[in-house]
């Protein structure tokens, strides 16, 4: 079972002005069901995705649930430098219940696409990386049927693990291959932060059967910006859609000890913000998320602090 919990207002707290200059004074708390968003205003809903009950099959750390109000809290009281007439919405949490994972991501896949047909931009909180299967599934749900979404990842993980005995948090992308094997769609993926130290044999050959565009860490970095920028523009030239997802952990645990696998030689944020701006920039993206921020394990709120500084990016950009 899983269930639609309504935003909580008094998470939106921080420094107050009588000039909105602070995003909890922008935000506005509601009931998808009731939101009222038109084609011609720019509107970003924020949803959460409470489960990590894929990272405890996964045999990760658990406390990911608890990622969502953790980045809302940061992102509070991050500066509003947004248009005064685009809007930004809390549209609440989807809650996973008794472990139940599918019923969590059948749920958001509903809401996405009522977001999308409601005339709204999508960033979901997670929770673990399987908000990606529930996510992709609302965009494709709500597109054309002979388009093609493109999936990008910023991840030291491919996420390609068989779920033959199970789904989990390192079986989304392999899911939606599986989906596209069956049919339903086309299935283009590219994964930016790969390492060798956090992928197995298998893993690789995995991503090279279903026709996986990766770069390596050791080039996704500032050193190969002209190269990065040009891998992200040709993947995008070739699809209809955007979907961007980022699992926090592929950044470096100095940036973001806040994770349910901790990354020490992950990558840092200066490469994500380029390469955001470069898929912002193709008006091609359609939904994004944050994935596997687990408060339990943060210093200083230093992880939810850099999920929200993320999101505050494509809040003024998009
Ligand atoms: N979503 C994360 N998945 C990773 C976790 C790696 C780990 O536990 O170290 C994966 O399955 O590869
Ligand atoms: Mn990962
Ligand atoms: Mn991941």
């Not at 944050?290 to 809040?315: C, F, G, W």
Request: glycine letters at 8%; one cysteine or more.
């Amino acid at each position: 079972m899983a269930i639609y919990k309504k935003p909580n207002r008094k998470i939106w707290t921080g420094r107050t002005s009588d000039q909105k200059l602070y995003l909890h004074e922008k935000v506005e708390c509601t009931d998808i069901d009731k939101i009222s968003a038109s084609a011609t205003q720019k509107t970003i809903a924020l949803l959460g995705y409470a489960c990590d009950t894929g990272v405890k099959r996964n045999q990760g750390r658990i406390g990911a649930s608890a990622g969502p109000d953790a980045i809302r809290s940061q992102l509070g009281n991050m500066p509003n430098h947004m248009d005064e007439k685009s809007q930004i919405l809390d549209c609440g949490t989807i809650e996973c219940v008794d472990d139940d994972m599918e019923a969590a991501q059948n749920l958001l896949s509903q809401k996405v696409s009522k977001l999308l047909e409601l005339h709204t931009f999508p960033i979901l909180l997670g929770g673990g990386h399987d908000i990606a299967y529930g996510h992709y599934n609302g965009l494709l749900d709500h597109i054309e049927k002979d388009k093609t979404i493109g999936i990008i990842n910023f991840d030291a993980h491919f996420d390609l693990r068989s779920n033959e005995k199970g789904n989990n948090s390192g079986t989304p992308f392999y899911q939606i291959a599986q989906d596209a094997t069956a049919g339903k769609h086309n299935f283009k993926y590219l994964c930016l932060g790969i390492r060798k130290d956090a992928n197995d044999r298998t893993l690789f050959e995995t991503a090279i059967d279903f026709n996986v565009e990766f770069l390596r860490k050791k080039e996704f970095n500032m050193q190969h910006l002209d190269a990065v920028r040009q891998t992200i523009k040709d993947f995008i030239a070739g699809v209809d859609y955007i979907y961007t997802t980022i699992d926090l952990d592929g950044f470096s645990s100095a940036y973001a000890p806040g994770v349910s696998a901790a990354s020490p030689m992950g990558f840092a944020p200066d490469i994500v913000l380029k390469s955001l701006w470069t898929i912002i920039r193709s008006n091609k993206m359609i939904g994004m998320d944050i994935a596997e921020m687990n408060p339990k394990y943060d210093r200083d709120h230093q992880t939810a602090k850099l999920a929200a500084s993320l999101i505050q990016y494509v809040l003024h950009r998009i």
